[in-house]
T-cell receptor, first 108, second 112 residues
């Protein structure tokens, strides 16, 4: 089946810094989504982005489908950005495959 | 809209006990799914449904049963709980697998 790898596994930054999270996938995909799991465990969808670039406030995402990767950018990080960021892909079956996640810690 | 709701939030079982984790959504979504999340790991798909009366297995289906009698509800049954089923369980829904997934708040299950 398709493999999804996220990097880095952990990232610790100071408030105000910028960060880039990467998601590599092993085959072509129909659908790619980014999620944020906050410290209380809630999973929130950030982007539905099978290709191209999208922006939402301080967050933006780019998926280069032909190169089989997606990037999540967080600018001017805030402590509320802390948590785990997951990417998930859909290839052909009726299921999403999740990466292992990147744990982001933003220190004040 | 309440979105995706899950009950209970926490549950402790003894080995061999059975229970049902409830999941409901009020967005008229056809696609619903159950995931488990273990420490240090991503989410793994247990079962999913593409509509009422239709269910199928995911990556880790053993020990779990599901049914989908209505569009709104997708309960997950543990027939005989085992310590290996200690985990956090998430339910999700969407219009289809190709659409944005919405997650419930999760159920933290401990099996002793």
């Amino acid at each position: 089946g398709i493999q999804v790898e996220q990097s880095p596994p952990d990232l610790i930054l100071q408030e105000g810094a910028n960060s880039t999270l990467r998601c590599n996938f092993s085959d072509s995909v129909n659908n790619l989504q980014w999620f944020h799991q906050n410290p209380w465990g809630q999973l929130i969808n950030l982007f539905y982005i099978p290709s191209g670039t999208k922006q939402n406030g301080r967050l933006s995402a780019t998926t280069v489908a032909t190169e089989r990767y997606s990037l999540l950018y967080i600018s001017s990080s805030q402590t509320t950005d802390s948590g785990v960021y997951f990417c998930a892909v859909h290839q052909g079956a009726q299921k999403l495959v999740f990466g292992q996640g990147t744990r982001l810690t933003i220190n004040p | 809209n309440a979105g995706v709701t899950q009950t209970p939030k926490f549950q402790v079982l003894k080995t061999g006990q059975s229970m049902t984790l409830q999941c409901a959504q009020d967005m008229n979504h056809e696609y619903m799914s159950w995931y488990r999340q273990d420490p240090g790991m991503g989410l793994r798909l247990i079962h999913y449904s593409v509509g009422a009366g239709i269910t199928d297995q995911g990556e880790v289906p053993n020990g779990y049963n599901v049914s989908r009698s209505t569009t709104e509800d997708f309960p997950l049954r543990l027939l005989s709980a085992a310590p290996s089923q200690t985990s956090v369980y998430f339910c999700a829904s969407s219009y289809s697998i190709l659409d944005t997934q919405y997650f419930g708040p999760g159920t933290r299950l401990t099996v002793l």
